[in-house]
């Protein structure tokens, strides 16, 4: 089976690509030759993944899932969620995004999070949705090097290192992306 993940982000490949057997491959929106930012206009994490695995299937004719993910935070009423990519600006930049969150929580004790990932199946004519969700706690300062976006703040419960200092196998074990990918591949081995 071959599908498009409708993302050029590197990071988000590389993981989801690891969780997958040999028997499904992934092409990225770089190798069907769409080399634009698809954008993310919708206002909640399901509509964004819709948007762009219509796009792909609408533009240029393949099978397509895409993810979008967001770090929703107690203390925040859910923000910044659907705009945690873009938290702090639209550069998209995963250090501005930490510093600008730690800044708005220095002084918050809640420090309750989650993150939630929806993957959007577009499969012949039908759409499908997988959602993952690991709750947690931010820390004060980054912790790590591995990963992206806010995983050098992100502990999950039971967990003492953040998703920055643990491995990609481990992370994916137990990642919000990681359990919807779980999702995803199930369902496909069936069909």
Same mark, same amino acid.
């Given at each position: 089976?071959?599908?498009?993940?409708? !993302?050029?982000?590197?990071?988000?490949?590389?993981?989801?690509?690891?969780?997958?057997?040999? =028997?499904?491959?992934? +092409? *990225?929106?770089?190798?069907?030759?769409?080399?634009? &930012?698809?954008?993310? @206009?919708? &206002? =909640?994490?399901?509509?964004?993944?819709? #948007?762009?695995?219509?796009?792909?299937?609408?533009?240029?004719?393949?099978?397509?899932?895409?993810?979008? *993910?967001?770090?929703?935070?107690?203390?925040?009423?859910?923000?910044?969620?659907?705009? *945690?990519?873009?938290?702090?600006?639209?550069?998209?930049?995963?250090?501005?995004?930490?510093?600008?969150? #730690?800044?708005? +929580?220095?002084?918050?004790? $809640?420090?309750?999070?989650?993150?939630? @990932?929806?993957?959007? #199946?577009?499969?012949?004519?039908? @759409?499908?949705?997988?959602?993952?969700?690991?709750?947690?706690?931010? #820390?004060?300062?980054?912790?790590? @090097?591995?990963?992206?976006?806010?995983?050098?703040?992100?502990?999950?419960?039971?967990?003492?290192? *953040?998703?920055?200092?643990?491995?990609? $196998?481990?992370?994916?074990?137990? !990642?919000?992306?990681?359990?919807?990918?779980?999702?995803?591949?199930?369902?496909?081995?069936?069909?």
């Amino acid at each position: 089976m071959k599908l498009v993940f409708a !993302s050029n982000n590197k990071n988000k490949i590389k993981e989801i690509k690891n969780q997958l057997p040999d =028997t499904i491959e992934i +092409l *990225s929106l770089e190798d069907i030759g769409c080399n634009i &930012d698809i954008p993310e @206009t919708a &206002d =909640t994490i399901e509509g964004n993944a819709k #948007l762009k695995a219509d796009f792909v299937k609408r533009h240029y004719g393949y099978d397509c899932f895409a993810d979008d *993910s967001g770090l929703e935070v107690d203390a925040l009423n859910g923000a910044p969620g659907v705009y *945690s990519a873009r938290y702090a600006g639209e550069q998209k930049n995963d250090n501005d995004n930490i510093d600008k969150l #730690l800044e708005v +929580l220095q002084k918050e004790e $809640n420090r309750k999070a989650n993150f939630k @990932t929806v993957i959007c #199946l577009n499969l012949h004519t039908e @759409t499908y949705y997988f959602t993952g969700i690991i709750d947690g706690q931010l #820390l004060k300062e980054r912790q790590g @090097t591995e990963g992206f976006g806010y995983d050098p703040i992100f502990v999950a419960d039971g967990m003492d290192k *953040s998703f920055a200092e643990i491995d990609i $196998n481990a992370k994916n074990a137990i !990642s919000h992306r990681g359990r919807a990918v779980r999702q995803l591949v199930d369902f496909l081995l069936k069909r």
